[in-house]
């Protein structure tokens, strides 16, 4: 952290148009296996803190590209869609050692510690929101564009099983979930602007509405239901019990709110579930802690998903 505060402090002055910039400190912000967040205060600028967004040369969620994901949120800046400002993009990595970003600072709790600050409803209807973009405003050289619902899914699939095999995992239920889910790609579905990651994490609320959404490396054009099937296989790992995929609560409400069906929704359970339990697999070899869900939990959850598809 002190090795780069000094060069990042000359750079605001020299090319970030802060030429009274002070970096007062630097700490980190809990982002999980995403890029490097730092949350930079400042004297002698404009605003009192920014966040310094660097890109991971490597990790769960790799290829990494953070000036993607700044020109994602530049696309969406004055849409239904809070996000944070974007102050610069630098993709000259020989300034701090990697590409980055800088990003507003958003003074809000995320949803996960919000309290009596955060709604649901408000949740739900966002999401719907994200999907509900058009998503031509985004450069197809930003966000490459799928000619059909399939590809897209297919694309998904084939990303995470790179992943896989970037950190040699071995195993046989996680070779059977890409198997399966390979043979069983549904052929229905809309291409909607999926945020990737629609964790309760990454939607910062006050006063009971979402005031911005963070966190979109992993933003794709895709089929919708994969991000509900995120937070339908989550909801299980937190003490869900397993159903109908589309009777899920949070499945139901989004239906309710957006007016899509969520009919084969258990496809994109298994494929959440068969992703959440390689990031488990891939968390504890590459660092010194374990997430929150247990791999048992998570391996058990693919096995009952990889069952309702197969």
Known sequence: MRDIQPRFETWLRQEGEMPRAVVTSMAPVEGGASNVTLRVELEGAAVP????????????FQPYD?????????????????????LAIERNA???????VVLEWVDAPHMGVAGGEADFGAFTAMVAAIHNEDWRRIPPDVLPRPTTVAEATRTEVALVAARIDAFGLQSPLLDRGHELLQEHIPSDGELCLCQGDVNVFNFLFREREVVAVVDW??????????????????????????GEAREMPFARAYEA?????????????ALWAWQLSFIYRAWVASNDSAPWYTGDEADSLLDRCLAEIG
Request: net charge positive; charged share 20%; aromatic share 6%.
């Open 94 to 100: 020989t300034v701090l050692g990697a590409p980055f």
């Open 257 to 269: 709110v957006s007016g899509r069906s969520m009919a084969g929704l258990e496809y994109f359970r």
């Open 217 to 242: 490396e992993q933003a794709h054009i895709g089929d919708p239901r994969s991000d509900i099937g995120q937070l339908v296989a989550l909801s299980h790992l937190k003490g869900a019990p397993f």
């Open 66 to 86: 953070v000036a993607r994901e700044g020109e994602i949120l530049r696309a969406l800046a004055n849409t239904a869609v809070p996000v944070p400002g974007v």
């Open 49 to 60: 803190a920014v966040v310094l967004r660097l890109q991971r040369e490597t990790g769960i």
